[in-house]
């Protein structure tokens, strides 16, 4: 009984030493996979910023350490400077005149086309 007792030990602990490698395995690969969808969140046109640093924050736990962490980080920082320089304008604000550099490369019209349409005639009334 006790050879058999000294023989489970070991079989018992390699066990779970596979099943502990597996959850990791697991777990580093749905860190991978939220990691990819924040570089997908990023990558549209309006992301929400939360989820992907959540995301973020969910792979760097895991213990992932790569170039893609550096990489959604990085497109973090430059998304939220972006939006905080663009955050008081709107596409519907009146377009500013032109200056003397944009007047200059503006196109020469010729004499024979006028810029504006003619005035009408005014009607007499009788």
Known sequence: MAIEAALIKPVVDALLALFHESNDLKLKRDAEKALREAIRELLQANPDENRAEAR???ARAA???SEDIVLAEDMLKKHRATRTR????SGTARKRKATGAAEAAA???DAATPDRKPARAAKKKP
Do not use: D, E, N, R
């Open 86 to 89: 663009t955050q008081g304008k």
């Open 107 to 109: 196109p020469v019209q």
């Open 63 to 65: 213990g992932i350490l």
């Open 56 to 58: 973020i924050a969910i």
